[in-house]
């Protein structure tokens, strides 16, 4: 006979438990009848009744529905395109990997778990995230090859997530295809079209994609496109209405840093400063506002805040970008070792996340043409140009070309990115610094102080180290001849007298 003791059997003992209905003693001990005994049980049967009716009649407030846990709030919040807080984020990856160790050919729930890993991979900088993200997604296409829209826009969202510019659009040209009245596939073709700078179809693709959603994603890619043209007050305009609306802190902070964004790009630094702040007090998990904190507090000539700034943005997400800008900080402050040290981090940085599929090429490009290798940088920067002809991309190709001693090559190509008629109508300082200092080096003077002064005026802080160069540029320039070139229009051509025809004299 076993006489061990189960702990919930020991901790409800019988003294603890009360008897029940049809076993109650009387007072002196007998039992009841059976009659009485079904009589008792018939009242308290009416008494619970009664309750209940009492609970749902009309004068009391009906019990409010329960809230969703943290994984619900984030399918809630990717339901509405907007960014699910890190915490709730981890409680959805845990809860899907649950559920697909119990039903794994759940292609829909394969589907959710791909792109809550590519949402968290492209929040964290863990690029290690990407390939769990592409198994997952290539899962659910497995379990449902036809019709697995959902699947494809995880596909482009990660494409999009590497740097993938062509994939990001096959993929999402095939989910628009499949589901035309869907908004996620648009969302994701806006960046692809971005990123391949093809800005008049990622202006069509935004259009049909306010008329399907007027959620955070709507918002964020109405902001990158009127950036792209040119139209910086319109997108702060489109981000401060949004997130004066935002209904969670990680959508606040989202928005937030994106007007930081532009506020500092515009050279608006104390602005762009007071938005990062904003947003890491809505999400202290928005670590890319750390980075734009970094980049605010070295415009105003903060630098000490401004490394503290950058070095908890890498500790918290080790992006190739911020360990660029620490080191030139670093360099601007005449700190070669610590920036030395920073440039290794960027290359670590760079070769684990192209172990993971990301293309970084634009990030090492910018670094191998000012700090490295720039006939290397060429090289990169040729294919990234020929794969995804974008704006950033003729900057960086051209600016890697004059590092290399190929100026004549390398105006064709900043002219480009500065063309409003091929897309250049981002207002960027660096952009127009790159164009000034290139004509410069030609001789072409006149543009030269042009663009060069342009580049300040949009933000005369936009790097603590190519500013200062900037600003010597334009000084050894000196001011234009007063009163004008002395020929403001070029010379009439001459006119010239048609000749005489030559008439042979005649014999005699």
């Known amino acids: 006979m076993n006489n061990s003791v189960n702990p919930v059997d020991s901790?409800?003992?019988?003294q603890d438990v009360p008897p029940a209905a049809d076993e109650a003693p009387q007072a002196g001990g007998r039992r009841l009848s059976p009659a009485v005994r079904r009589a008792l049980v018939a009242s308290v049967a009416g008494c619970v009744v009664l309750g209940g009716v009492l609970v749902l009649l009309p004068d009391e407030a009906p019990a409010p529905p329960a809230l969703p846990g943290p994984a619900g709030r984030a399918v809630i919040a990717a339901a509405a395109g907007a960014p699910a807080s890190l915490p709730d984020l981890s409680a959805l990856i845990a809860e899907r990997e649950a559920q697909l160790r119990a039903n794994p050919r759940d292609d829909r729930?394969?589907?959710?778990?791909g792109a809550a890993y590519v949402e968290r991979g492209a929040r964290t900088a863990d690029s290690a995230y990407y390939p769990k993200a592409e198994r997952a997604l290539r899962s659910s296409l497995a379990a449902r090859p036809k019709g697995n829209v959902e699947a494809l826009d995880g596909l482009a969202a990660l494409a999009a997530a590497r740097g993938d510019w062509p994939g990001a659009k096959k993929w999402g040209e095939a989910?628009?295809?499949l589901a035309p009245g869907r908004w996620p596939a648009y969302s994701g073709l806006v960046d692809a079209y971005q990123g391949l700078g093809d800005y008049k179809a990622a202006g069509r693709t935004l259009e049909k994609l306010s008329e399907l959603t007027s959620g955070t994603a709507l918002t964020l890619r109405t902001a990158a496109v009127y950036r792209d043209r040119g139209w910086r007050e319109d997108a702060a305009a489109v981000l401060s209405d949004a997130a004066a609306r935002a209904s969670t802190p990680a959508e606040q902070a989202a928005l937030l840093?994106?007007?930081?964004?532009?506020a500092w790009e515009r050279g608006e630094a104390a602005d762009a400063l007071h938005h990062?702040?904003?947003?890491?007090a809505a999400d202290p998990d928005c670590h890319a506002a750390l980075a734009g904190r970094g980049r605010a507090l070295a415009s105003l000539g903060r630098t000490a805040l401004a490394t503290q700034a950058y070095q908890r943005a890498l500790a918290k997400r080790p992006a190739p970008e911020y360990a660029l800008e620490l080191g030139e900080l670093y360099e601007s402050l005449g700190l070669g070792k610590e920036a030395r040290a920073q440039y290794g981090v960027l290359r670590a940085r760079a070769a684990l996340q192209s172990a993971h599929g990301v293309d970084d090429a634009l990030v090492l490009g910018r670094f191998e043409a000012d700090h490295g290798d720039a006939d290397a940088a060429v090289e990169r920067l040729r294919a990234e140009w020929k794969r995804a002809p974008s704006v950033a991309a003729a900057?960086?190709?051209?600016?890697?070309?004059?590092?290399a001693g190929?100026?004549?090559e390398a105006i064709g190509l900043l002219r480009r990115a500065t063309d409003r008629q091929k897309g250049g109508t981002v207002r960027s300082a660096l952009i127009m610094y790159h164009r000034g200092a290139v004509e410069r080096e030609l001789g072409l003077y006149g543009p030269a102080r042009r663009h060069i002064g342009e580049a300040l005026r949009i933000n005369p802080t936009f790097s603590p180290l190519f500013a200062p160069r900037a600003r010597e540029a334009l000084e050894s320039l000196g001011e234009p001849p007063e009163g004008g070139p002395e020929q403001m229009w070029p010379p009439k051509p001459k006119v010239f007298a048609p000749a005489r025809k030559q008439v042979p004299p005649k014999r005699r």
């Open 395 to 403: 900057d960086a190709l051209g600016w890697a070309l004059h590092r």
């Open 257 to 262: 840093l994106r007007a930081g964004d532009l």
């Open 109 to 113: 729930t394969w589907a959710a778990l």
């Open 11 to 14: 901790a409800n003992s019988v």
């Open 406 to 408: 190929d100026d004549d």
């Open 276 to 280: 990062f702040d904003a947003a890491l």
């Open 175 to 177: 989910a628009v295809k």
